[in-house]
């Protein structure tokens, strides 16, 4: 599994060259401290979490020359370009007409909040920016630029939080780039809202599937040394109730969700999505690899069920934005009265940020399949049950029509309330009427599986749609 680095952002500062020609903002005089204060705290905060590569203010087409080689220099990710005070289009165009697939945000800055009382000339100058920006924009249009606008001071909370969104969408679309997911063995075929274009997908958003068997998975399982379950058994004996499952089918649980992170790493896989309902699984290998290994997950970002490529792909973009805390679930039913959707799903789940503490899971039977006529083995199986915490999150879903994708979310809040027993589940209170909700869900041609993330990721999740040229819809609106 590769890590997330730190972004290469371009900044760029452009101001009109007659602005330091004269005695107005010449470099080495008074008036241009405050300007180059403005700058300073622009790039402070762009510096918070990321390199920046960038000169001092740019009011010329040579300076704009050498600050384009330094980007190209430096392979920049983003580029963030403001006019501090009025500018001609040419010293920005001159840049980013070469950077035409990368991500560019126009930071439209103004010194001052209230001018009613009257302003000077110099600060009347210094207040050109929004003037400058918009001199730009159509020439951005023209160049079939997307921009990310933002508006304000780098002082305001608004735009500090707009800034680090932004930046933490394109760091997502960067990192789907090159994900690969473990496919084993291949899409449900009766699940036929799961199914996607798989070069599609590649094309338009990064992650790109590599089919495995589970004979292919099955050797990775028996390479797996007993020393090594035996020391995650004592662990998960200590830390987690059991409840009807025997020790050896606990091991071989164990032993197969290593056989997961050992095939990921062996063949540098970031994802899996595996179809837990092939008999094959249950054949070759005996269980269903359920079980939470810090190991797995500390080689693996994330795993799905049902060989659903695009759920696995928006798990993987609430890994990006929120580290912990992200659930595979689907719709089981809806609470009419109190206005929550009955989520859960059974399989490989990460615990961190899910539940509050260890006590809060228990291990118990796969009741799925236990006492299926294709269990040849006879194994109880394995599967951790726990509710979902208390906590504000967001839905998202991924969908596959025909020939686009569309990005779906809606703000939520899970209620941490258990409502039937031995099933991983979440209840899901919405901020729209649920008729509304199932309405509109219906006619987006919504699917069944719906993924969550702790916290509010609906700007996040617009940004990424955006930089990946789909449609986002807020179930909300």
Known sequence: MKKQGKLNIGFVAVAANFFVQGNMFRKDSENYKPVKNDIDNMLKLLKKDHNVITSELITTIEESDALKEKFKKENVDVIVVSNIMWSEDQLILNIIREFKDTPLAIWCFTPFDDIK????????????????????????????KKAKLIYGKPDEENIQKDIEDYLAAVQTVKGLKNDKIALIPSRWDIQTDTMIDEAYLTNQIGPEAFHFSFQKLKKYVDKVADSEVDKYFEDIKKRFEVKDVRDEVIKLTIKASLGFRDLAVDNNMDAISYNENDPDLYELIGVNPCMHLDSLYENVKVIGMEGDLPSITMLLIFRYLTGNGIMFTEILTTDRKSNFILTGHPGNHNMNGLVDSDSDVTIVPDYEWKDSELNVHGYEGAWMYFTARKGDLTLGQLIYHKDSLKMMYCRAKSLGLKIFDFYPQGAIEIPVPMEEFIHKAARQGCGHHWLFAYGDQRNRMKAVADLLGIEAVDMEM
């Open 117 to 144: 009382d009257g302003i000077t000339l110099d600060e009347w100058a210094r207040a050109t920016g929004p003037c400058g920006t918009f001199q730009s924009m159509p020439s951005m249009f023209r160049l079939n």
